[in-house]
């Protein structure tokens, strides 16, 4: 059995119409949440085994924050094929994963990542900005990993903490 955890990433900004969408950064609200979701892992002791993340400035920021809180030492891997993913995608990155990995975090973007929830569970979660789902999914091997009938452990969302 693995553990995959679905972090879409944190509030960005829209202040400066002339970035380019994959330069916005974290807005004041997303540089509150993000360290939030890494605080709830690590009092879960829910620390990933690797952390793939985006290589937008939102995604990878987010990432390194939630790294940081949760106690996560190890590298972020920046995957550029996780910006605006489909589900598949997603799934081609999580299948070069290495089989030591138990918990694998995954920072990306919607409705991409929404729809790849839905794809494993067959359940629909909305995900708004730095909501998680953390689900067990009934494989050995990270190769292995396709529409499998993965099961929602938990969503949480960055209002249910204070």
Do not use: C, F
Not at 46 to 70: K, Y
Not at 111 to 117: A, C, F, K, S, T
């Amino acid at each position: 059995m693995k553990r995959l955890l679905i972090l879409r990433h944190a509030k960005s900004s829209w202040a400066d119409s002339s970035m380019d969408d994959w330069e916005r950064p974290l807005n004041e609200r997303g540089e509150r949440d993000a360290p939030k979701v890494g605080a709830w892992l690590r009092e879960r002791e829910s620390i990933p085994d690797v952390i793939v993340s985006s290589d937008a400035v939102r995604a990878i920021t987010t990432a390194r924050a939630v790294a940081d809180a949760a106690g996560y030492t190890r590298e972020i891997i920046t995957q550029p094929s996780l910006y605006h993913a489909k589900p598949h995608d997603v799934i081609e990155v999580l299948r070069n994963v290495a089989d030591d990995a138990a918990t694998v975090l995954v920072v990306g973007h919607n409705p991409g990542l929404e729809d790849l929830v839905r794809q494993l569970s067959g359940e629909y979660h909305g995900l708004p900005t730095a909501a998680l789902v953390d689900l067990e999914v009934p494989i050995e091997h990270w190769r292995d990993l396709d529409a499998t009938a993965a099961t929602i452990v938990e969503v949480w969302y960055p209002r249910e903490r204070a």
